[in-house]
């Protein structure tokens, strides 16, 4: 009983003096609030009853994106915009209706006005039309007796002079949604007229591109008019960002696929990943989304069956058809499977089980080795590699060279295509793995999925001696030393002379896409992506082989390649969708590219002649 | 120690009609009176309209504080018998938010559980309360002395900071770890040991700034120096303090603060709405609304002191310290004295989870108040 006396003392006492506690504290906050508010006070109440402080963020130039050679692909321009404050403005409506007679201003453009006034404050001026002509302006100007509430006010607008030639590379900005500002407390954001990076560079580097708001201080009256700017702090204009694209060259390869229906291209540099060229045919002009995009143009460009919206380079997923037997190669020669003088005979077809497996070639290659299987793309000797060593080091392969997974690439929306494992299907299908789908796996086709990025990617690492190069629009400034893919020297060299072999060979399948150049090779390979399945009836008929087939129908032409041969600088991959043969549809565009490519480079190219001499008899 | 069962009182139930005749009126019309001045200002933040919140703000005085006699009107042995069964499911919602936070790769606070979202660390200032009360009902200040006995203690405290810490939220956790705190010292522990532990915690303070995140490292510095960053984390800061200097003496009346109607001030329906109400209302409105905090607060004091069993008493001045720690970390904040850490002030800014911590804690001290004359024993074998 002593005991509990005991604690209840011990409690009051500690009760009374966490009591004192509080009003002590709570003493000391309003020692505070006097202090702000009654000592201070006079700081603010400098100002007239009806004048008071308005803090104005000022929007800070957002940074331009310049390509390799410091040419602006994205920059601002001073625009005029009209505005309308509600408070000033009388009946809102009427007051739209007569600027409309002055300007060219849809009734959606009102309605949208008319939306925005209900969730703002009445003084805060909405933008009602931007980008207005010197002649719109005057003539506002002119009648703004009769306009109360409108103010006319400039700012800046994006602009990419370049057009669709970049737009899936920039971007573009938009309004801010509600999502964003939740996700950054950027005060910026809160501003209406605050324009935000929507997609590609414009999104991935925003913050960079976006700077610090200045700000304003600035006196108004009782109804929200500026008497006169108190002070001001400048903001922090964005940084530029540069581009490793060079634009010459992106604009080449756009005017080059523009012969095709849909079609992307991409040149990297082998030896840093620096992407030079990044162009996917159709496109869109991102100048329509600046200003607001109409609902018919939207459908229009969201139902078009060639997907101009789409960035067919890193989301595009094709079957890399025979561009991925280097990868099959390289699984047999580094397992053992096969060394530089096996010889396998192809017979125009090989039968596993009731399946049967063609080879391109009816009547088959004979006897044949690994070089000479990547000259002519032979199916039967690839079919047979991938038998010998199994899908699991295949995938493992391609895993290495930057094929089925995403490259990290510092623009959103990369696509991660697949590459098949046996644990792939048990898990996605519940299935296991069919030994013909190893077969078909070896040449590219089936499950096999990659973005014409991953092949450009793939073909540098080849090139580069089997350094894991990652993919950058921008360079980063101190990049990490390179991994290796962990391949042997030799077995790159024999899988690189195959390539060769492609286009200087005597049976090689892009002879036509020789450079031509003096001193120059190439090394390549072409690709034919199945998107039907051939049938028995097909293959009778021959009717697979006609171009008279549907396009949606056809195959995709695919070709990768680097150069120079002798001290590979850079790395192309053309898919050319339906465009039926690797060889005639993408081939030549490859080697176009590859021309202009080494031409803008020249002064950066030693000269090699030593060397290819040595090289060069391996034919 | 002799653990000597304490004579049995024999009791008499109360009725219906005696709890509700011992429910503590004046200060539930206090916090009426708070709420009621919250939905005013709530209704002047909509821009002088009962949309976006303040009928909702209405709505929710009107279903809690019902709940809150609701929570008193419940016999205390029932919330003495759940208190580690409660503490121990917010726990479990605890880990759930952080694995949650770790597999969408965010901080995470949230449960949605579809039909509400719960913030589990704020159900957990109650239940911290409800469980430290729940192991001190038992000790004598003797127990309080042994090191072993407090280990126990002092877990149950450690473990949710350190699951809110991880989310990472660091101002709840910090309001638990004083609330936690608290309770130990209204136990009885000796002050040299929290003066030994405070030491130690200085001592540690460097290794805590080197976990910190970015943003809370920034909220640091901007608290050091506002004017430094005027337009990035300083900027609630320096327009809350216009906001509060311009209000004046007498304030520039209920619609009528241009701070907050100009849009300057953020936040102003729910952290920031302390400064609003001392914009338009000055500094006497501001000072009034802290003296009915404080008469809340000493009633509760009186509450906690009055009642006869340790776990009521406990419970008690643990929602005091949870309601004074609210305030005094909001004002505090609005004021420039301490870094933004997003506390609102309760009955008064927007929004539901600190409404509903509050209604279950008060609610708690209600319930001593009803029950002040009940003795529970120290080991209530079958209550």
């Excluded at chain 1, 990419?160 to 938009?174: A, K």
């Excluded at chain 1, 899908?391 to 929306?413: E, S, W």
């Excluded at chain 1, 039907?532 to 082989?545: C, L, M, Q, T, V």
């Excluded at chain 2, 520039?252 to 109607?261: I, M, R, Y």
């Amino acid at each position: 009983m002593q005991q509990e006396a005991e604690r209840v003392r011990s409690f009051t006492r500690r009760a009374l003096f966490v009591g004192g506690a509080q009003v002590v504290l709570f003493g000391a906050l309003v020692g505070r609030l006097y202090h702000l508010q009654v000592q201070r006070s006079a700081e603010y109440s400098l100002l007239a009853e009806d004048n008071r402080i308005d803090q104005r963020l000022l929007i800070p130039p957002r940074g331009r994106i310049l390509d390799r050679n410091g040419v602006a692909l994205a920059s601002n321009v001073p625009t005029y915009r009209v505005r309308v404050v509600r408070e000033q403005a009388g009946d809102l409506r009427e007051t739209l209706q007569r600027l409309a007679q002055l300007i060219s201003l849809t009734p959606e453009q009102i309605e949208a006005v008319l939306a925005e006034a209900r969730t703002r404050r009445a003084f805060m001026p909405m933008t009602v039309r931007e980008d207005l002509s010197w002649d719109e302006v005057s003539r506002i100007a002119v009648h703004s007796p009769e306009l109360p509430g409108v103010v006319l006010d400039s700012g800046l607008l994006r602009q990419y002079p370049y057009g669709e030639v970049l737009s899936h590379v920039l971007g573009y900005v938009g309004a801010v949604s509600q999502a964003e500002q939740q996700r950054d407390p950027d005060p910026l954001l809160q501003l209406p007229d605050f324009r935000i990076g929507k997609s590609g560079i414009e999104r991935s580097y925003d913050k960079v591109l976006r700077g610090r708001a200045g700000l304003s201080r600035v006196e108004v009256n009782a109804i929200g008019r500026e008497i006169r700017e108190l002070d001001r702090t400048e903001g922090e204009p964005g940084e530029d960002v540069q581009l490793s694209l060079d634009l010459e060259l992106q604009r080449f390869c756009f005017a080059r696929l523009t012969s095709e229906l849909a079609a992307s291209a991409v040149v990297i540099d082998v030896r840093t990943g620096g992407i030079l060229a990044l162009a996917s045919v159709p496109s869109y002009d991102p100048a329509s989304f600046t200003g607001g995009l109409s609902r018919r143009l939207w459908t229009e460009l969201r139902d078009n069956p060639r997907h101009p919206l789409v960035n067919k380079c890193i989301r595009g997923q094709y079957p890399p058809g025979s561009t991925f037997k280097m990868m099959t190669a390289l699984a047999g020669l580094e397992s053992g499977a096969i060394t530089e003088t096996t010889r396998i005979f192809c017979p125009g077809s090989v039968s596993l089980g009731t399946a049967r497996f063609y080879c391109w070639k009816e009547h088959g290659h004979g006897s044949i080795n690994l070089v000479n299987a990547l000259e002519q793309s032979c199916d039967c000797y690839f079919y047979e590699v991938a038998r010998r060593v199994g899908v699991d080091a295949i995938a493992d392969m391609a895993n290495r060279f930057g094929l089925g997974h995403r490259l990290d690439l510092d623009l959103p929306g990369e696509q991660p295509g697949l590459i098949p494992t046996r644990a792939w299907k048990k898990a996605t299908f519940r299935q296991s793995w069919q030994k013909g789908e190893t077969l078909v796996c070896g040449i590219g086709q089936g499950y096999v999925a990659a973005t014409p990025l991953q092949l450009a990617v793939m073909t540098a690492r080849l090139a580069n001696g089997g350094l894991a190069v990652k993919p950058r629009v921008v360079l980063p400034k101190d990049a990490p030393p390179l991994s290796s893919v962990g391949v042997s020297r030799a077995s790159l060299e024999l899988v690189l002379r195959g390539m060769r072999e492609v286009v200087h060979g005597a049976r090689g399948t892009a002879r036509q896409a020789a450079l031509n150049l003096p001193g120059i090779e190439m090394g390549g390979k072409t690709g034919t992506a199945q998107v039907r399945r051939i049938s028995k009836a097909d293959r009778a008929s021959g009717r697979h082989k006609r171009e008279d087939i549907p396009w949606e129908e056809r195959d995709h032409a695919l070709f990768v390649c680097f150069a120079p041969y002798a001290s590979p600088r850079f790395a192309v991959s053309v898919i050319v969708e339906h465009g039926l043969h690797g060889a005639s549809a993408a081939a030549p565009i490859a080697r176009d590219i590859m021309k202009k490519t080494l031409e803008l480079f020249k002064d950066t190219i030693e000269p090699q002649t030593a060397t290819v001499t040595e090289r060069g008899n391996a034919s | 120690m002799i653990a000597s069962p304490p004579p049995r009182i024999r009791q008499r139930e109360l009725s219906l009609g005696e709890k509700l005749q011992w429910v503590n009126w004046p200060l539930l019309a206090l916090l009426l009176v708070i709420g009621l001045i919250g939905y005013a200002m709530l209704y002047s933040a909509g821009g002088g309209s009962h949309s976006p919140w303040a009928w909702k703000h209405g709505l929710r005085l009107a279903v809690f504080l019902p709940v809150m006699v609701g929570i008193a009107l419940v016999d205390i042995r029932f919330w003495l018998k759940i208190s580690y069964l409660f503490y121990g499911l917010v726990v479990v919602l605890l880990v759930g938010v952080d694995v949650l936070g770790e597999i969408n790769k965010g901080a995470q606070r949230w449960l949605d559980l579809g039909v509400i979202q719960i913030q589990p660390s704020e159900l957990m200032k109650v239940a911290l309360i409800m469980a430290l009360a729940r192991y001190f009902h038992t000790a004598y200040l003797d127990d309080t002395r042994r090191i072993l006995f407090l280990l126990p203690a002092v877990l149950m405290i450690l473990v949710p900071v350190g699951l809110v810490l991880v989310q990472p939220d660091l101002g709840t956790a910090v309001t638990l770890l004083v609330s936690g705190t608290a309770m130990l010292f209204m136990a009885g522990v000796r002050i040299w040991k929290f003066v030994v532990v405070g030491a130690l915690g200085g001592a540690a303070l460097p290794v805590l700034w080197a976990k910190m995140h970015d943003y809370q490292r920034q909220r640091v510095y901007t608290f050091l120096d506002p004017e430094s960053d005027p337009l990035g984390s300083g900027y609630h800061i320096i327009q809350s303090k216009i906001a509060l200097g311009s209000g004046g003496f007498w304030g520039k009346g209920f619609l009528h603060g241009t701070q907050a109607q100009l849009s300057f001030l953020p936040e102003k329906q729910t952290d920031f709405a302390f400064t609003m109400l001392a914009e338009e209302m000055g500094f006497v409105g501001a000072v009034t609304v802290l003296m009915l905090f404080l008469a809340v607060l000493m009633l509760g004091l009186v509450v906690a002191v009055r009642t006869a069993s340790q776990y009521s008493r406990l419970v008690a001045i643990g929602a005091v310290i949870n309601l004074f720690i609210y305030v005094a970390i909001n004002v505090s904040m609005v004021t420039g004295l301490i870094p933004v850490v997003g506390v609102p002030l309760p009955l008064i800014s927007y929004g539901g989870t600190a409404m509903l911590t509050l209604v279950v804690s008060l609610g708690l001290l209600l319930c001593a108040d009803v029950h002040r004359n009940l003795v529970i024993p120290r080991f209530p074998s079958n209550l």
